[in-house]
């Protein structure tokens, strides 16, 4: 595809429920990050997914949060019971290859809203 | 383990003038740095980056950055703004190497608002 594209744009949701959260990277990329932005602060790494190995998961905030990546392609965040804290915007970002010289590129963002 | 901090939060400036967005990190590790720009409703766009060789890096939009290792900074500067440069300014660092190589750690942000 021409960029990295999420899915949906915008999600609002009731505490206690599940959500999930779709990314497809741009296509050959073998690397795929999920990041976390929070209102007015930074954005926060979440989780890598680096071709065929085990994924980096060192920074999922709790056990509610998983993800999943098929391959090279698609993935998916899931947060179970959510909670309001989970309110934030959600990127996912892929590149060529690990590492710094691989140029991130992100996607337009989900913003959860838990009520 | 690294760390970004972003200096300003907010940083206000009339169209055509100058202007500089502070960046300083830390890290036990060599580092590249990025700086990301974020357009309202947009997702993030990289802007410049520093892997090696010369330490001004020239980036789109006529922005450029200096890299400082002795005083661990990677200031963005502008000689001359528009009002389209409106946006949220992200510096991010990554690791060269061992186990954060490739993941991004970004600061806070800056916020510049361009006016006429």
């Known amino acids: 595809g021409a960029g990295v594209s999420q899915s949906p744009s915008n999600k609002v949701t009731e505490k206690g429920k599940d959500v999930e959260l779709r990314c497809d990277p741009i296509s050959g990329h073998t690397a795929l990050y999920w990041y976390r932005q929070r209102l007015g602060q930074g954005l926060e790494f979440l989780i890598y997914?680096?071709?065929?190995?085990?994924?980096?998961k060192s920074g999922l905030p709790s056990d509610r949060f998983s993800a999943e990546r098929t391959g090279e392609s698609v993935s998916t965040l899931t947060i179970q019971r959510t909670q309001q804290e989970d309110s934030a915007v959600y990127l996912c970002?892929?590149?060529?290859?690990?590492?710094?010289?691989?140029?991130?590129?992100f996607g337009p963002g989900t913003r959860l809203t838990v009520l | 383990a690294q760390s970004v901090t972003q200096l300003d939060s907010q940083v206000p400036v009339f169209e055509e003038a100058p202007v500089e967005l502070r960046c300083n990190y830390s890290?036990?590790?060599?580092?590249?740095l990025f700086w990301y720009v974020q357009y309202p409703n947009q997702g993030l766009q990289l802007l410049l980056k520093?892997?090696?060789?010369?330490?001004l890096v020239k980036g789109i939009n006529g922005f450029e950055a200096e890299f400082n290792k002795s005083q661990t900074s990677f200031h963005l500067r502008k000689p001359s703004v528009h009002i389209s440069d409106t946006a949220e300014y992200f510096c991010a660092v990554s690791d060269r190497g061992g186990d954060s190589w490739g993941k991004l750690q970004f600061g806070a942000g800056t916020q510049v608002v361009v006016t006429p």
């Open positions: 890290s036990s590790v060599s580092v590249y």
């Open positions: 997914f680096q071709g065929n190995s085990a994924p980096d």
């Open positions: 520093y892997l090696s060789g010369s330490t």
């Open positions: 970002a892929s590149s060529l290859t690990r590492g710094g010289l691989g140029e991130q590129f």
